[in-house]
């Protein structure tokens, strides 16, 4: 009985140190990836990039591409595979990282390698509120936003 104990006990602690490996390169490879413009019935283009550290930037423009920097913005990721839990990013304005540029730097962590359906909420300062759905694949090259048909 203590045998069984003392494998598993070693076990979980591997399994914690490759999580850890693979959470320190996803946070890596956020930020060498791709950005990619989704547009969506609100007439609000939706363009997401990585950002250095555990982030994503996403940038707001209207449809003249003017920057968007009246809303709160907030990020919850779902690997496309069942039984991984979701990973969510509070709400942040625009000028949380100094600037009102229509760029919100939403802290935001991956945590493995795979692909993912990016839920991006948007609430504007009139009340409008927007939700879209993007596609990502986070591989070793970073972050790769999915456009329709792709």
């Not at 060498?32 to 609000?44: A, F």
């Not at 600037?99 to 909420?121: C, E, I, N």
């Not at 509120?129 to 990502?136: G, L, S, T």
């Amino acid at each position: 009985m203590t045998a069984r104990l003392k494998i598993s006990q070693a076990w979980g602690v591997k399994q914690l140190i490759l999580m850890g490996f693979v959470l320190l390169a996803c946070t890596m490879l956020a930020a060498c990836g791709r950005e990619k413009s989704i547009s969506n019935t609100s007439n609000l283009n939706v363009t997401l990039m990585p950002a250095p550290g555990q982030a994503i930037i996403v940038q707001l423009t209207d449809a003249s591409g003017q920057p968007v920097n009246d809303a709160v913005v907030s990020i919850e990721g779902n690997m496309q595979h069942a039984g991984m839990a979701p990973v969510t990013a509070n709400g942040v304005r625009d000028e949380a990282d100094g600037a009102k540029d229509g760029k919100y730097q939403v802290p935001f962590s991956f945590t493995m390698l795979g692909d993912w359906v990016l839920t991006v909420s948007i609430q504007r300062a009139d009340g409008t509120k927007v939700q879209q759905d993007i596609n990502a694949t986070v591989n070793e090259q970073g972050m790769t936003v999915k456009t329709a048909g792709q």
